[in-house]
Structures are given as C-alpha cells and as structure tokens.
C-alpha cells in the first residue's frame, strides 16, 4: 500500500553518489524534544502511513507525546525484519507451513503465506554440552547435535528454498544475538521499494527476549512470542501503546577490576527496583561516549532480566568504530553517519532529551557483584557473596529441623566441598551458627565422600560449584570479559592451580571471531588447561542444554540430595533451569567464572581465603592472578582485527557438509511425515471457516493451578530435558523412541503432541492446590488435583486436561504478580491454550507472555489492585465463571469482567461464594482484533484469504 504522506515528510538523502529516499521526521511538529527511541517510531510511522493502520492522527499524537502521560494511544511499529532462534523459529515455520495448507482449503493462494519483512534464522539452541574438558567435545557435540536434530534440520533447510526472504544460519556458527549485532544488524536499512531505493533506521522483532541486544547498536528492537513475530513476518504491524521512556543517565568511567557484567548487574538490580516493566529505556549523557560497543550490547541484552521493553544507546562514533570493526562496508558505516545526522538520531550528549522517568550511574561507583541464587536481579556484591550463600543455603538444603538455631558447624551444613580435602581431612567448620525459624529446612547430613574414576578423592557437600560454563550471548560477545577470563586462566597456571575435580568447564563462544582471537592471542590453551575446552557455538548452559554433570559428582548429589551450585557467565539462572542436578544459579563475569573453577564452591570469600597454594609455597588470593585492564587491552589491541570478522561472516549462511548434504524436499507444501516426532502439522486451523465464532463468557470452568508470584514461562513452557515417567516421555515411548534419543523439549517445539504434555512441568512448580492432598505438602513439578476422579486426586497437569477436555471443561489458572516473566516463550502461550485453558487471572503480567495470551485466544485478567487469589479466599476447588466478555462482539473491550467462584463437592465446608470484577488485560483495539478471531494467527489468515 503506498504512504499517504500527509506531513509531506518524502525526500532525498545524497551518500556519495547514491540517492536515497527518506521520511524526515523534521516536519513532524514536536520532534526535537523526542527521545531517540521514539524519534525511531515517529520515522516508522511517517513511512508506513496508510490512512488505516497508521493515521495522521497517531503521528501527530507521537509528535505532541507527553512523557508525564500515562500511555494510552496505540500506533502500529512495522519492524523492519524479524529475527529467529532455532527453538522458537521451528514453530514459525511450522505455523506457516500449516497456514499454506489452511490457506488452500480457504480457496486463497498457497504462495501468499510467505515472509513480507525480511525473516533471518540462526540455529544456536540445539548443541547440548555432553562432552566437554577434551580437544573433541565441539566435534562430538556437533556431530550428536545433528543425530538428535536431522528431522527439523532437514524441515529448515526445506523452509530456507520454500519461503521468499528467509535466511537460515546454520548449526555450529554463532549465538543469535551475537551474529545479530555482528553481523545482520545494519543500523540504517536500504532496501528496494516499488523500484525506488529507500533507507530507514534498522529495527527489528525477535523470537527471543535477548533480541535487545542489538539495542546497543542503536537498532530499536525487542522480544516478542513466535506468534508475534510469525504475524509481523505476514506483514502484520507490531500494536503497542506509545511507551513511557525512561532516561538513564550514565557518567563517570568504570574502574579497575571491574567488568561489563558487574554494570550490567548494577543496572539490573536498579531498574528492576524502579520499575521498568512495559517501557523503554534509553542511555544518555556524557558517559555515553566512554561505553564500549560490547559493552552497551551487554546493557541491552539484559533488559529482558531489567523487565523493560527495550533498552537503547543512540547512534554516535562508537557505532561506527564498531560497524567498520565487525567487517561493514565503507559505504554501509557512511550512510550510518549521514542518515542518523540528517534526522537528528546522532548522539549530542549537551541536548537532553525529554524523559518520563529519570535515572542516573557513576560508572566509577560500580563494584564486582554476582546474581543469584535464582533470579538475575538478585544481585550480590562480591565482597558478601560468602555470606550471603551461608543464608540463601537454608532455602534449599533438603532435611528439616525442629530445632530454633541451626548450629551449621556441628550439622556439617558447611563448607560446601572442602578444596583441595580428602575425606577425613576436611578443614576445621568456622561458620558461626545462624539463626532459622523453627522448622526451616536445613542439612543436617554428613558430607559425601567421593571417588573419581582415577582414584582421586575429595569432600562433596552443599554449594559446591559443580558447573562453570562461559556461555550466552551476553557476554560471550564482550571481548574485554572473554580476553580477561583467559588472562585470569593464564595466571593461575603460571601459579600452579588447577580447576577442582567436580567442576564441569565449559565453553561457548558466541561466534567464531571469539575462537580466533583466542587462537592468536594464544588464550586457547590457557583455557584449556583449566578444562575449558569450547563445547560448541550455541547458547548451551544460558538456556539449559548442560548436558549431565560429571558422573560420580550426579551420583553424589541425587543420592544425599545435596544443593550444589552453577556459576555461569550467561544472563538467566531461573530454578530448574541450567541442570536438573543444580539448585542454585549465580550469574557472573567470565573470569570470575574461572576463579570459581577453582575455588569450587560458593562457600568461599575470594578476599581472604586463598585459592591455593601456588608451585613457590605461597597462598594465591585471586587478586594475584586477576588481570589489569592494560593487560586486557594490549590483547585486545593485538588479537582482534576486522579481517577476522570480514573472513568469518563471509560464509555465514553456507553451513558445513553435513548442512549442505541433508535432503531437501523442494515443494511448496511441506509433505509431513506421520511418524515423525520432531515437525507435526499444528492443529491451530483445524475446522477453522472464514466466519468468526462470538466470543463467550466462560462457565463451569475448574481452576488448574493456584501459583505465586514470579512463575516465569521457564516454569509453563517445556524447557530442558524430557524426563523419564513424565506424559511427553511416555509419549515418546510410545512413537518408539528409546530413552537415550528423547533429546530437549526445545528441539521437539516443532510436535505440539511433545509440548502440551510438558507445559506446566516445569521440576521447580508450586501449584498450591496439591498440598490439601499431600498433608499441607507443595509438592513441586507439574502436577495437579484432577477432579473429574473422585476426591480430585494429584495428578499431572497434561492428564487432568484431557480429562476435562473430554467432558467439555473450561480451565482457568490463578497466579501471582510478574507472572509469565522471564523469555518470550511462545509455547508458554500455545502451551497453556491447548491445555483448555480460557483465562488467566493474576496480580500482574509481564508483557510479552500477555500479549502472547491474547495471540493463543486466552483472556488475560488481573485480579482488583492489591487482591490475590489468596487473600479472596480461593484455593482451586471451586467453580468458576467468567461474564462480561460478550461485550468484545459488539466491538467493546470491557475494562472489567465479573468473576464468580463458587464452591464444588471437594471444597473446604463452610466455603462461601466468592465475587470479585477483574480488570481486562486486553491493552489495544489490534489485541481485541487478535482475540475476537480466536487468535492472532486465525486473524492474519483470515485477512490474507
């Protein structure tokens, strides 16, 4: 459709001897007092006017945008292209293979279901780290990689020639949001338009929540569900409301010691505490200049973990440096430079935007922090990490106590794994007695002997570090971290220490530019003579795919239930996430990834207690071997060159033999395979007319689950491995699948029959309504109380739905504030609507699980301000029926629905009615579009035919 133009905002931009056309946002009244992220959307709404979707009236209402406001106006974002994660890339293109079929039954063109914005796949999230600590773990992970995944590999190599404007990076190349802002990112997009060449600034939606990485190139992007970004594929503008914009002012410079990962843990930790959810944030001031490229990609790769949208630095010098770092042409990084200066989108660090919120860090304040033991904003100051394990420990130890005070000395609770003991040997237990209330968990258990295969022996107890993993795009991408880590590895082998004998090493880089600097710089071998060894290129640890831990070390933990521990580098360390044996997660800098290696335990205070005994007799304390920033920039200087980007992206979408030789079906219409286990035809269309069905209140419906606060969708979407026992493995057993070859629930998010039985299965759930049938006990894991059997007995989520489907049973789910937080997990959504489930009803929602919700045709409601399902009274066994949502067919969205929940046979006695107006979490007219249809991919369908 042709721009309409009304501000006459079409012109010409000349870059040496190329002409561009351009939409200057200079003729919008307003502009200049806009942030630059909005200055981004007034210039996507310019171009994209077409007097339906977008309106006069929406630019000009972005125009006089009033930061103080509350948002309340919507505006349709057209990104310029989506980007793609394998995992959650898979189902897209299921989805549209699926649509091309629907599409036909429809009477519409097949041909018609292709990409209409540029779709861009890496495959990252496949490699599993089952080998690792050996010259040929990357070889034999990638090969086994490719035994696990041929089937939805074979469908994307399909999907790559049977879509128009679909590029695929294959396996064993890089992490998406690094090879994003290495490479795919173009800042400035030129583009060929109806035979005119047009230039426009870079944004982008992604189907992973870290797409804010390439915020820190100045592209305007962020995290939406698969569903999202299938429709934006299609065509299909992003609606959102104009945001609130929160500055953030940086200054000061970072002090020796310290690293982007501490900033970024800082900056986390504050914004999380302001309160970010829903807005942008966007880095200014005189600071600005000082942060590094990498650097400002760390900050915003973290604003999924912050809770904001998006978190952006403005286009500068340091952009530019960058782009012509990473291996683009003189004409791209020119046409950068000119374009950002013509419409104003150039960093002036003396102009002050206008904000709605403002923020403000010394850089030089910052201090060395770790995150954890479960949440990314839980940060801890280095300096207190040991004592504050002491506390966080009793959370997790598993053996109770009556008693009021825990004397962890005599119960053995600490230290967690003894350095360098032998059984028998351990070192004299000087923890002062901490104080529990009574009944509080603690261990009470002896310390386990163990013995390595090489009859090597040593001390395994509570906090143990049993996994330390250099891993995620958040930092994998930093040259400064990655290069001190291996000064960090060089040091201690030069002193004489060695990584402890339980710890898994491992090591992800996040692109092959990584290796090469590493090779040349001679880090390589530093790293690995501490066991890090790299176990493929791919997001691994960050999201799960650990591979087992060393076998007697499994052995240990599950026979005495101990809580070990996971240092990794990465930026998400939810319960149940990085490795089934681990309790708790820290987040930390890659090199103080190493010094946890070698401490061994969380139980350690790197300023007083001594790492070892260096090879000349004395202690070495960990300042004796953490690098000076000289130290790291001389490497920095040395080793990395813009040939080694130049050379590694050359090929990038080529693949090795094994990519290049899988057999690729060349129809339009993907011919499914019945037996397969990986790719299924989704059931999103079937029956499915071109006539709407009205919406209806809901009635009769039964609760599922009763939740607390912070579930995240790593608790309701499947994630990691599949485990024995449980529906999807029985599934698997089933369709002939032996035990060994069950691989991760991400690589089967293609079979919608895998990913139903494991949503809401998550190992760390705590759906309270099973304690009334285990002696007040939360059990965790994916269960719940099935009352279409008499009494309502415990039973897992997947089976109860199937029984209340069959008798025609609505779901609902109650939960808590910051529900569905965490990444942009689309089978979080699809997951919970296959299920059955019609309404979730929560204190708060995090904003792309909600909106998700909506796009699956799953109402999302909140209870009244400061109520909670438990402080109405509700407990899961009642009745519960959902009226007002009628209005939506007469093109209404109610601001409230009444919610009634009565009492059932299996109801506590005396349990009177409950009644209560819940609010109508349907933000948009667009969303009120997407849930009239039944969802957002049945709108688009219906739009396309």
């Known amino acids: 459709m042709s721009t309409v133009n009304s501000f006459g905002a079409k012109s010409t931009l000349t870059v040496g001897s190329t002409d561009y056309e351009i939409f200057r946002i200079d003729t919008v009244p307003g502009f200049e007092k806009l942030p630059f992220s909005l200055k981004v959307l007034l210039e996507n709404l310019l171009r994209t006017e077409d ?27 057209t990104p310029a292209r989506v980007v793609m994660q394998d995992f959650t890339g898979v189902p897209c293109i299921v989805d549209l293979a699926t649509m091309r079929e629907a599409v036909t039954a429809l009477g519409g063109d097949a041909n018609k279901i292709n990409p209409l914005s540029p779709a861009e796949m890496v495959i990252d999230h496949s490699v599993i780290a089952d080998l690792f600590g050996s010259e040929n773990a990357l070889e034999r992970n990638v090969e086994i990689e490719y035994e ?36 795919l990112a173009k800042v400035i997009y ?114 999924p973990e912050f809770g904001s949208t998006a978190a952006i630095f403005p286009i500068d010098d340091v952009t530019l440096d960058y782009l012509r770092l990473t291996g683009r042409s003189d004409e791209a990084v020119a046409l950068v430079e000119a374009y950002a200066k013509t ?45 504050q394990f002491e506390q966080d420990i009793l959370s997790y130890a ?79 991408s930093n040259p400064s971290v990655m290069i001190a880590a291996g000064l960090v590895a060089r040091k201690a082998l030069q002193k004489g220490l060695k990584q402890k004998p339980w710890v898994k090493t491992t090591l992800g880089p996040g692109s092959k530019v990584v290796t090469d600097y590493y090779e040349k710089s001679g ?21 799960g795919n650990s591979g087992p831990l060393i076998e007697e070390v499994s052995e240990a933990i599950n026979s005495h239930d101990l809580a070990v521990t996971a240092v990794l580098s990465g930026n998400r360390n939810f319960e149940g996430r990085i490795s089934p044996d681990v309790k708790m997660n820290y987040l930390a800098s890659p090199p103080l990834v190493i010094a946890y290696a070698l401490a061994g335990s969380m139980h350690f205070d790197f300023e007083n207690d001594a790492l070892g005994t260096g090879t000349d007799g004395n202690d070495v304390f960990l300042k004796d071997i953490w690098p000076t920033p000289d130290e790291v920039q001389e490497i920095v200087d040395s080793s990395i060159s813009r040939e080694q980007f130049i050379k590694q992206y050359a090929t990038v979408f080529d693949g090795d033999e094994r990519w290049r030789s899988l057999p690729t079906p060349e129809d339009a219409i993907f011919q499914w395979d019945e037996d397969s286990t990986y790719v299924r035809k989704a059931p999103y269309f079937d029956g499915m007319t071109m006539e709407l069905t009205p919406v209806a209140d809901i009635s009769g419906a039964r609760v599922m689950a009763t939740l607390g606060d912070s579930v995240t969708t790593d608790h309701i979407s499947p994630a990691g491995n599949i485990k024995p026992g ?44 099973v304690a009334a049938v285990n002696d007040g006990q939360v059990v965790e894991g994916g269960y719940t109380r099935d009352f279409t059997q008499p009494g309502g007995p415990q039973s897992y989520i997947y089976d109860a739905s199937m029984n209340y489907q069959e008798q025609g049973t609505p779901l609902v789910i109650f939960g808590g504030k910051e529900y569905g937080s965490g990444s942009s997990r689309d089978w979080a959504a699809k997951g919970t609507s296959l299920l059955g489930v019609k309404a979730v009803i929560t204190e708060s929602f995090e904003r792309i699980h909600r909106s998700n919700l909506i796009g699956m045709g799953v109402v999302p ?28 067919n007469e093109g209404v969205t109610p601001k409230t629905v009444k919610v009634t929940a009565t009492p059932s046979e299996q109801s506590p006695e005396g349990k009177q009615v409950v009644e209560f107006d819940a609010v109508v979490r349907i933000d948009t007219p667009g969303e009120a579009d997407y849930y009239r249809n039944g969802g957002i991919l049945q709108y688009v369908l219906r739009s396309l035919v």
Request: proline fraction near 6%; charge should be negative.
């Open 190 to 303: 030129d583009r060929d338009v109806d035979g005119v060449l047009r230039a426009y600034p870079d944004t982008c939606v992604g189907t992973d929540s870290h797409t804010t990485m390439v915020n820190g190139l100045g592209v305007l992007g962020w995290g939406v569900g698969g569903i999202e970004a299938e429709a934006a594929m299609l065509g299909q503008p992003v609606s959102m409301l104009i945001p609130r914009v929160v500055g953030f002012k940086l200054s000061g410079e970072i002090p020796a010691g310290v690293t982007a990962t501490d900033v970024v843990l800082t900056i986390t930790d504050l914004l999380r505490k302001h309160g970010v959810v829903g807005k942008f944030v966007e880095f200014y001031g005189e600071g600005v200049a000082s942060v590094p490229l990498a650097n400002r990609a760390t900050i915003g790769n973290m604003s």
């Open 51 to 77: 007097g339906a979707n977008v309106t006069k009236a929406q630019i000009e209402a972005l125009g006089s945008w009033d930061a103080a406001a509350e948002p309340n106006t919507e505006i349709q974002f």
């Open 148 to 183: 696990r995944n041929g089937e939805r590999y074979q469908f994307l190599r399909w999907g790559q020639t049977a879509f128009s404007d679909f590029k695929v990076v294959p396996p064993g190349t890089g992490i998406v949001h690094q090879v994003n802002i290495e490479h």
């Open 523 to 543: 880090l390589d071998k530093d790293l690995e003579g501490l066991g890090f060894y790299t176990v493929g290129y791919g997001c691994t640890i960050c999201i």
């Open 861 to 888: 409601l909140q209870f009244p301000a400061g109520e909670s399902w438990e402080s109405l009274g509700l407990d899961g066994t009642e009745i519960v029926s959902i009226t007002g949502l009628e209005e939506l």
């Open 726 to 769: 449980t529906p999807a493995a029985q599934y698997l057993t089933e369709h002939g699948v032996d035990r060994k070859d069950f691989n991760s629930f991400g690589s089967r998010r293609g079979n919608h029959e895998v990913m139903i039985r494991g949503t809401f299965a998550n190992i760390r759930l705590k759906n309270a309504m």
């Open 343 to 387: 419409q104003k989108l150039w960093h002036d660090a003396s102009q002050e935007p206008v904000f709605s919120e403002y923020l403000e860090l010394d850089l030089g304040t910052v201090v060395p922090s770790i995150a954890g033991p479960k949440r990314p904003q839980d940060r801890i100051l280095l300096s207190e990490a040991k004592s």
């Open 398 to 476: 598993s053996a109770s106590t009556s008693d009021d005070v825990v004397d962890l000395e005599s119960k053995h609770s600490f230290p967690a794994s003894d350095p360098g003991a032998v059984p028998g040997e351990e070192e004299p237990r000087t923890t002062r007695p901490v104080h529990i209330n009574s009944g509080a968990p603690a261990n009470a258990s002896t310390p386990v002997p163990v013995t390595t295969p090489s009859g090597e022996q040593y001390i395994l107890d509570n906090g143990a570090v049993t996994l330390a993993a250099i891993t995620s795009c958040t930092n994998t």
